[in-house]
């Protein structure tokens, strides 16, 4: 089973930056396509960004567009969530997901068959 470990989250003022891990391991992350999801307090768990397994296709939700990027690097067995411009309403656990497919370009919101446990992510005003 692949297991997923989220790390650098923290605490930042607003307007900052932070940049999420994922580190997978167990099995061959080549393919899995990877997607971040993120829920706040007393909120659904929702989407913020996916990746295809090739890199090549992205996803963002329409709230982070221009300031969050996702990028993986498969020789690493990590995918990244770059965070900039943050805003307080950023604020949540950050969870990166997998889901094993056989296409190389598509990017999923939903389906992901393995989680992380999660970072906390605080910006503060």
């Known amino acids: 089973q692949l297991q997923l470990v989220e790390s650098g989250g923290g605490l930042v003022q607003a307007g900052g930056s932070l940049r999420l891990s994922c580190a997978a391991s167990?099995?061959?992350?080549?393919?899995?396509?990877m997607g971040w999801f993120r829920q706040a307090p007393g909120k659904e768990r929702e989407i913020v960004a996916a990746?295809?397994?090739?890199?090549?296709?992205?996803y963002y939700a329409d709230s982070v567009k221009g300031r969050f990027t996702i990028s993986r690097d498969n020789a690493k067995n990590t995918v990244y969530l770059q965070m900039s411009s943050l805003k307080p309403e950023d604020t949540a656990v950050y969870s990166c997901a997998a889901r094993r497919t056989l296409s190389s370009s598509n990017y999923y919101t939903g389906g992901y068959d393995a989680w992380g446990q999660g970072t906390q992510v605080t910006v503060s005003s």
């Open positions: 167990g099995r061959t992350f080549n393919p899995y396509a």
């Open positions: 990746i295809s397994r090739s890199g090549d296709s992205t």
